[in-house]
């Protein structure tokens, strides 16, 4: 007998990752059916429609339009967890937010992505689903807290590379600030979209030079 390569992909890795192809195509066509239709109007026939398959197979990845949510939740939590440790410097980010909220004035999602905050329509739709769906916000809720300690950590790491000690207290405060900031300037973008860049400007240098203890 030939011995198996032990580097080599087997069978059920190939398999596994055709599902895990399948489970992101169903939840990409989920996400642009939740974002045009709203996550109640939005149907699963619709959902398979967009996705490409019949609902039969959807159903094996899939229980319901709950656990649809549930896995964009999760899938966004993974994308801020990768997203918080690359976050630039002062202006940088500055920068980075006013591009956002004018991609969010003209409706468009962050840097092709329909997820949470990258998607306003979909930050909402989620939001309002968790005051329906206990297991939506507890869900929810984790995800938040888990964000939360990823920005209080990358916040210490800042401090730190600036020979600056700063307590739990201070940390949690800017990073409350920064989640505000950042939320409600997508809000803003949908209900205010012509906000002059430099009066944002000058609002976004202020907070975030209080987020990074300047």
């Known amino acids: 007998m030939t011995p198996t390569d032990p580097s080599s992909p087997t069978a059920g890795d190939a398999a596994n990752a055709r599902a895990q192809a399948q489970r992101g195509r169903i939840l ?3 996400q642009r059916c939740f ?50 440790g690359q976050a630039p410097a002062s202006a940088e980010m500055v920068d980075g937010l006013l591009g956002c909220y004018q991609q969010w004035a003209r409706g468009e999602s962050i ?16 939001t309002a689903e968790a005051q329906r769906d206990p297991v939506v916000a507890h869900v929810l809720r984790r995800h938040d ?24 207290a201070s940390l949690r405060e800017r990073t409350l600030l920064l989640r505000v900031v950042v939320e409600g300037l997508a809000m803003r973008a949908v209900r ?13 240098s202020h907070a975030i030079k209080r987020v990074l203890g300047g």
């Not at 039969?56 to 319901?64: A, K, S, V, W």
């Not at 964000?147 to 700063?166: F, K, P």
């Not at 205010?192 to 976004?204: I, K, N």
């Open 28 to 30: 990409d066509a989920a």
């Open 35 to 84: 974002i045009a239709h709203g996550f109640h109007a939005a149907s699963v026939s619709q959902i398979a429609g967009e996705a490409g398959i019949s609902q039969g197979l959807m159903y094996r990845y899939f229980d319901n339009k709950r656990a649809m949510i549930l896995a964009l939740i999760e899938r966004q939590l993974a994308e801020d967890q990768r997203s918080i």
């Open 111 to 126: 840097g092709g992505h329909d997820t949470a905050i990258a998607s306003v329509t979909l930050y909402a739709e989620i």
């Open 145 to 168: 807290k888990l964000t939360t300690d990823a920005v209080c950590e990358w916040l210490r790491q800042h401090d730190i590379e600036r020979g600056v000690h700063s307590d739990d």
């Open 192 to 204: 205010d979209p012509d906000v002059a860049p430099d009066t944002l400007r000058a609002l976004l």
